[in-house]
């Protein structure tokens, strides 16, 4: 009687290890669900690098993803609380708009991991992923005065507003540019908007009236202006975010690079390795998240620019590096004041 109710006991104890190792295992394969808050794909190549990135790594670790496409500052405010209300496991914004809306989220919702790119907002709460992206276009400066090589002192740039956001690619293109040719003048013109291709077609053709030789696109979804503009006229111009250079346009010599994708992949690496920290981080060169093509790699699209020689590659490599170990430091931003780029 005795074995009998030993050997109970012991079958009572081993189904109760298994029923509890089965809900351990149960929780463990719980799928995690993910939300990018993130203007419509389209708007600008950097978005469209950011819903890619969040789509590979949502398939790569089985998340339930879930894109959340927002027009204006009301559908963020309404589409990011909804995001929080269906109790997403992780919530991330794609641009600098969904800073406030899941800033004021991070502080009610306390079980959802929340993070951003492309900013840095006020909460201890919320992962930031932000960049030096005066590196990058100070690179592309280096690039731009070299592929001019003299013929024009001139140089444009056109940007979506004049901000101080802005001004990271305005003043890095001009220290880079200045860096090779120091009798250089900048004019820089606004298209207010991240979808104006005829508008930056325009102020392209009316820089290039001034005597700008290279005209370095920063107008987000309005560079195909700027670049049709080149073609048309024979100047030089360069893209932003992702390699932009075609076969059909020689006058696109570079991209200033800006890793969007691999960045919404990095957080949501840290969030299913169980490394999710709210610590922000600021990456540049150095990194591998800033860079410019012919700069820090090569294009996979076009061959190198007959303009860039092999000495002037040099000067650019060599720039690379000055910039990694702080010799060239664009990291610490002037404040804008008049002067401060010299202007045609």
Request: hydrophobic share 40%.
């Amino acid at each position: 009687m005795k074995k009998i109710l030993v050997v109970l006991l012991v079958l009572t104890v081993s189904l109760s290890c298994m029923f509890a190792g089965g809900g351990k295992e149960t929780s463990a394969k719980k799928t995690v669900t993910a939300a990018l808050i993130t203007n419509p794909k389209g708007t600008s190549v950097f978005i469209n690098e950011g819903i890619a990135g969040f789509e590979s790594a949502c398939a790569k670790w089985g998340i339930k993803g879930t894109v959340v496409e927002c027009k204006d500052t009301s559908e963020y405010e309404s589409n990011a609380r909804a995001a929080a209300n269906e109790g997403y496991d992780i919530i991330l914004g794609a641009s600098w708009e969904a800073g406030s809306i899941i800033s004021e989220l991070a502080e009610i919702y306390d079980d959802i991991s929340f993070g951003i790119i492309d900013t840095l907002v006020d909460s201890p709460k919320v992962k930031c992923v932000n960049y030096y992206e005066a590196e990058g276009a100070y690179l592309i400066g280096v690039i731009a005065a070299l592929t001019v090589d003299g013929a024009s002192h001139n140089y444009g740039s056109i940007n979506v507003s004049q901000s101080a956001s802005s001004f990271k690619w305005r003043y890095g293109f001009s220290q880079g540019v200045l860096s090779i040719d120091p009798k250089a003048k900048f004019v820089f013109n606004y298209v207010n908007g991240y979808s104006e291709v005829a508008l930056a077609n325009e102020l392209a053709r009316q820089q290039y009236e001034k005597g700008c030789l290279f005209i370095n696109s920063c107008a987000a979804g309005g560079d195909t202006g700027t670049f049709q503009a080149a073609l048309d006229k024979k100047f030089f111009t360069a893209g932003q975010d992702v390699d932009l250079t075609s076969r059909d346009n020689p006058y696109i010599v570079s991209s200033q690079l800006k890793g969007a994708g691999e960045s919404i992949a990095y957080l949501l690496d840290l969030y299913m390795e169980g490394k999710w920290n709210s610590e922000n981080e600021t990456l540049g060169v150095a990194d591998g998240a800033i860079g410019a093509v012919w700069a820090t790699r090569d294009s996979t699209i076009t061959e190198r620019p007959k303009q860039l020689s092999d000495a002037d590659m040099v000067i650019i490599k060599q720039a690379v590096e000055d910039i990694k170990v702080g010799k060239i430091n664009m990291r610490d931003m002037p404040e804008e004041v008049a002067g401060i780029i010299p202007l045609i």
